[in-house]
């Protein structure tokens, strides 16, 4: 198993990365996911991400304390568990549409296409 964060030029070139499942969320926050966007930038050929809008919500309370600490307004903060077992507490980012475009800017990725669904959209970059 490896984790996101560890995935290197050993792997190989892929034509797609696929990040369904909301799995966007995986780049955590701006600095890493801006780390990991130009490290899989010569690895493949674009990556088709799903995510979701963070302002599509009926309570903005958490965007706002998140911009008082200085992060993503989507930036979460979180752990999976199952019975007994639980994971290291990781961020996970949903991102707009807008601040995947600022996100992507400098890393040599553009967002090509911004594909609406409810209650996510899909992302492809090339």
Do not use: C
């Amino acid at each position: 198993m490896l984790a996101f964060e560890d995935v290197g030029a050993e792997l190989g070139r892929f034509d797609t990365v696929v990040m369904y499942g909301n799995n966007f969320g995986l780049f955590g926050g701006k600095a890493k996911a801006r780390r990991l966007l130009r490290r899989l930038r010569p690895m493949a050929g674009r990556i088709v991400a799903s995510t979701m809008n963070p302002y599509d919500t009926d309570d903005a309370a958490h965007l706002e304390r998140n911009r008082r600490r200085g992060r993503m307004p989507g930036q979460l903060r979180l752990r999976v568990r199952y019975r007994d077992y639980a994971s290291p507490w990781f961020d996970y980012l949903i991102a707009s549409p807008e601040e995947l475009e600022a996100l992507v800017d400098g890393t040599g990725w553009r967002v090509g296409r911004v594909i609406p669904s409810e209650p996510l959209y899909v992302a492809v970059l090339d």
